[in-house]
């Protein structure tokens, strides 16, 4: 069944549908964009990160594309300083987008993707609040992942670039699966204790630099995703609105949790865009276990 069609067979709303229909069109562009161009741009995003020619065109392909469609009110990427307000928008959504998550990997041939989060309205908003959260990973497969509280589903892009389902309503198993992002040398008493008692319940190492692909891997085979609040950095590096919140909601969403390390990241209300976070997102063994220990101290 393709995409469009399980849209509609699950009663999606048809805004919501068609705003999905567009986000996975333009994946197929961004995939078939990775040729063109593997260098640096030059630039900066407002954390300081070098930006890839491939972040900025990814971006304006899709900030371009919803402003031309005009289906949301608001968006706020990764790449830009402020919230994009679109003129007389056809629908209120917010979106938040991170356009190419793990794009220092793309020289190297390595899985990258693009994370989406949905709200109704505005984007700084607690996470908990998305009315659906998906992301495209670009591997030897594309496949699209995503959520509108109804479940969580897989799909994979044909050579047509239509995207079709693989798995209906996927349960995160347990799994012992650690990806730990971070240097140890900089770790915190509570995060450097947890860390110890996943390596000694014997967790495997699993760590490629892109969030998304390591999601993906989690989401399948059990374990969980860190990257922690370090030594002089005790915010630690993701960025809550793209990229702990939309996959925050989609691990929950398959039966997982994520966390600061002290409580649910979905209940956390921004109030900048470019709000960084501690994150600690898996099983709920995992969670409760790094939560537990946090909140100790
Ligand atoms: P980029 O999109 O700038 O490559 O950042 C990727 C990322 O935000 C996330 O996908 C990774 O898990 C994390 O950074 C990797 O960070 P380190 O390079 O510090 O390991």
């Known amino acids: 069944m393709n995409l469009k069609d399980f849209l509609s067979r699950n009663n999606t709303d048809p805004k919501l549908s068609e705003l999905i229909l567009f986000f996975a069109e333009n994946g197929q562009t961004i995939k078939s964009g990775f040729l063109k161009s593997q260098n640096k741009a030059g630039t900066h995003n407002i954390y300081g990160e070098e930006q890839m020619a491939l972040d900025k065109w ?13 289906l ?31 794009s220092s990997l793309i020289d190297v041939n390595l899985a990258v993707g693009t994370i989406i989060g949905i709200y109704p309205g505005t984007v700084l908003d607690m996470g908990k609040n998305m009315i659906a959260a998906m992301y495209i990973l670009y591997g030897p497969l594309t496949t699209l992942t995503f959520t509108t509280g109804n479940g969580v589903h897989d ?3 044909d050579e047509k670039g239509d995207f079709h389902l693989t798995a209906e309503n996927i349960k995160m198993p347990d799994g012992k699966i650690y990806a730990p992002g971070a240097l140890r040398k900089d770790y915190l008493p509570a995060h450097a204790r947890f860390i110890e008692i996943l390596e000694k319940d014997g967790y495997k190492l699993r760590f490629s630099g892109s969030f998304v692909a390591d999601m993906h891997q989690i989401l399948h085979k059990g374990g969980m995703f860190t ?47 470019d709000y960084i976070t501690p994150i600690y997102a898996g099983g709920k063994k995992e969670i409760g276990l790094i939560n537990r220990y946090m909140n100790e101290i």
């Not at 990814?58 to 005009?70: E, F, H, P, S, Y």
């Not at 608001?74 to 938040?96: C, H, L, M, S």
């Not at 993701?238 to 649910?264: Q, W, Y």
């Open 155 to 157: 799909f994979v892009m």
């Open 58 to 70: 990814a971006d304006d392909v899709l900030i371009n594309g919803l402003k031309k469609t005009r």
């Open 72 to 102: 949301v009110r608001y968006i706020a990427t990764e790449e830009q300083p402020g919230i994009i307000e679109i003129d007389n928008p056809k629908n209120q959504f917010g979106v938040v987008i991170d356009p190419l998550d793990g």
């Open 227 to 273: 990257y922690p609040g370090i030594k002089g950095k005790e915010k630690g590096k993701l960025r809550l609105l793209f990229e702990a919140n939309p996959m925050g909601k989609i691990i929950t969403e398959a039966g997982g949790a994520v966390s600061n390390g002290k409580i649910d990241i979905l209940s956390i209300k921004p109030d900048v865009i």
